[in-house]
């Protein structure tokens, strides 16, 4: 089936919410994730060639069609015909309005994992220290169980929720990696993830971090 790829010229490669998502969610490092995280950095700016495919792919420019191929069969990339509006390069000043929007209630918060946080939106300064310090705790106590969790369990996701009663998530805590960097995305109220801005709250991270 390799052998009947074929890129479609001038397209520029987009990751969808979903795909957004798979790229940072883990830290494993596969084929898909390293070529996400290119398209994340890049994408926005230029078109896709089989050439550039290769190279994102170590140079392997058959596993790079096949890896793409699959990624668009997963709904984890599109392309578009017109490249995406550059985002400033101001991180600060972006961040806040995009953790608006990945919130039914305006609230969400970005830090790293050592508890300390970056942005926040619907959040007073000292509650947002708080919750930046809970998150740290929090992925400590995912990582020292990591192998209960992902292996004797088989659960497909590392993050962690606080529910209500009827089991929707009142404040959950996402690990994103990035780059050498992790991150914790916490949003109280209801995720809304699959949005284009959680697109660009990660592609704002990987043109810096990644």
């Known amino acids: ?8 010229d001038r397209l520029y490669p987009m990751a969808t919410p979903a ?12 084929l898909a994730r390293r070529l996400l995280s290119q398209i994340l950095r890049l994408g926005h700016s230029v078109p896709l060639t089989e050439e550039l495919l290769a190279e994102w792919c170590d140079g392997d420019g058959e596993a790079a069609l096949d890896t793409l191929y699959r990624l668009q069969r997963l709904d984890f990339v599109h392309g578009t015909e017109t490249p995406r509006p550059s985002l400033s390069s101001n991180l600060e000043s972006q961040l806040p309005p995009v953790l608006t ?69 009142e404040l959950a805590f996402y690990p994103l990696y990035i780059g050498q960097q992790s991150f914790v995305l916490i949003i109280g109220g209801m995720p809304r993830l699959q949005d284009q801005h959680f697109v660009t709250l990660v592609e704002l991270l990987a043109r810096r971090y990644a």
């Open 19 to 30: 795909g957004a998502y798979f790229a940072v969610a883990s830290q494993e490092k596969t």
């Open 101 to 169: 929007a990945l919130s039914d209630s305006g609230r969400a918060l970005l830090a790293d994992d050592n508890g300390l946080y970056y942005a926040a939106a619907g959040f007073h300064h000292e509650t947002a220290e708080e919750v930046a310090a809970l998150a740290g705790d929090i992925i400590s106590l995912g990582r020292r169980h990591a192998l209960l969790l992902q292996q004797h369990l088989n659960l497909g996701s590392s993050a962690w929720a606080v529910a209500n009663p009827a089991g929707a998530s």
């Open 1 to 8: 089936m390799d052998g009947t790829l074929k890129l479609k």
